[in-house]
């Protein structure tokens, strides 16, 4: 037994719910994938200043080289230059982190943005689809072992509603205990329907 029913009706809603769970997925993805690039723009101004700043300090480092060839005088001259470069060291690696760290904030509220509305839908979805696949084994498991029908006429008369008996038998119980065949095959149909069965035409008024 898999994790679809086999009654076409069952089937089809199952496949329907799948698909849609799977189109709700994708979509939050994406929205996911847009709130991470548009925080990341936020990014921009910082990398823009960090580029400028290094092209500012490899400026000022050919600077000082050249400055530091001056004879006699070479070491003062490139002082103001080195020190430049480094100050814009500083500010290239603040601005570095800046970037960093906004992109991991995009990061962050981009996978926010997926995961919280797809896992409040799937703490929904897949429990009853566990449900539906213990249910539906378990009634299989029966059925290949070659049992008959009453435990599942059993089992309707134990969980269905009064109206659902009722309009199978107005003596259900009495009809079970008597071993009417008619009235067993239509109970064990009901229960077998929860599990998304069919009811196997060996079993069928034997």
């Given at each position: 037994?898999?994790?679809?029913?086999?009654?076409?009706?069952?089937?089809?809603?199952?496949?329907?719910?799948?698909v849609?769970?799977?189109?709700?997925?994708?979509?939050?993805?994406?929205?996911?994938?847009?709130?991470?690039?548009?925080?990341?723009?936020?990014?921009?101004?910082?990398?823009?200043?960090?580029?400028?700043?290094?092209?500012?300090?490899?400026?000022?480092?050919?600077?000082?080289?050249?400055?530091?060839?001056?004879?006699?005088?070479?070491?003062?001259?490139?002082?103001?230059?080195?020190?430049?470069?480094?100050?814009?060291?500083?500010l290239?690696?603040?601005?570095?982190?800046?970037?960093?760290?906004?992109?991991?904030?995009?990061?962050?509220?981009?996978?926010?943005?997926f995961?919280?509305?797809?896992?409040?839908l799937?703490?929904?979805?897949?429990?009853?689809?566990?449900?539906?696949?213990?249910?539906?084994?378990a009634?299989?498991?029966?059925?290949?072992?070659?049992?008959?029908?009453?435990?599942?006429?059993?089992?309707a008369?134990?969980?269905?509603?009064?109206?659902?008996?009722?309009?199978?038998?107005?003596?259900?119980?009495?009809?079970?205990?008597?071993?009417?065949?008619?009235?067993?095959?239509?109970?064990?149909?009901?229960?077998?329907?929860?599990?998304?069965?069919?009811?196997?035409?060996?079993?069928?008024?034997?």
């Amino acid at each position: 037994m898999g994790f679809y029913a086999q009654r076409p009706g069952r089937l089809a809603g199952q496949l329907l719910g799948d698909v849609l769970v799977l189109v709700w997925a994708v979509l939050w993805a994406a929205a996911g994938v847009v709130v991470d690039r548009t925080v990341s723009l936020l990014a921009a101004p910082a990398r823009q200043t960090a580029e400028t700043a290094q092209r500012l300090s490899s400026s000022f480092s050919d600077a000082a080289g050249q400055a530091g060839q001056v004879p006699g005088l070479g070491e003062q001259l490139r002082r103001p230059f080195d020190a430049a470069s480094g100050s814009l060291g500083e500010l290239i690696a603040s601005a570095n982190d800046a970037v960093e760290t906004i992109q991991q904030i995009a990061a962050l509220l981009g996978w926010l943005v997926f995961l919280i509305p797809v896992s409040l839908l799937v703490a929904v979805w897949l429990p009853r689809r566990i449900r539906f696949y213990r249910l539906a084994k378990a009634a299989q498991a029966f059925l290949d072992e070659g049992a008959d029908l009453d435990l599942f006429a059993l089992r309707a008369m134990a969980t269905q509603p009064m109206h659902v008996l009722a309009a199978i038998s107005p003596d259900p119980v009495g009809a079970w205990r008597a071993g009417d065949r008619s009235v067993i095959d239509r109970l064990a149909e009901v229960e077998l329907r929860r599990s998304g069965l069919t009811l196997p035409a060996a079993l069928r008024n034997h």
